[in-house]
């Protein structure tokens, strides 16, 4: 009966809880500069980083954080990211 009472927490909490979001996007170009800060994401998220990022910046990462430490200065110097129909023409 613990067991139960104690699974039914685990799970109680877990319906409860807050939401995991970041506060502050950075991504860094392949030499490591940063080219991209921001409150919001610079990718769609609901599809995997690895696939988005890649098209966005090839060789760049990405980086989240709960903290918003250096993001009131924004940066924004992403390439333009092509659209998928022009680059499977090429």
């Keep these: 009966m613990r067991m139960l009472s104690m699974a039914a927490a ?23 500069s940063v ?9 769609d998220l609901s599809r995997p980083l690895h696939e988005t990022l ?4 090839p060789g760049g ?4 954080s709960l903290e918003d430490y250096g993001c009131d200065v ?3 110097k992403l390439p333009v990211a092509r659209q998928a129909g022009q680059e499977k023409s090429r």
């Design 10 to 32: 685990v799970l109680a909490a877990g319906l409860f809880s807050q939401g995991a979001f970041a506060a502050c996007y950075v991504v860094y170009g392949p030499d490591k």
């Design 61 to 64: 990462t990405l980086v989240f």
């Design 74 to 76: 924004e940066v924004h």
């Design 54 to 57: 890649a098209e966005v910046l």
């Design 35 to 43: 080219v991209y800060r921001a409150p919001e994401p610079p990718v």
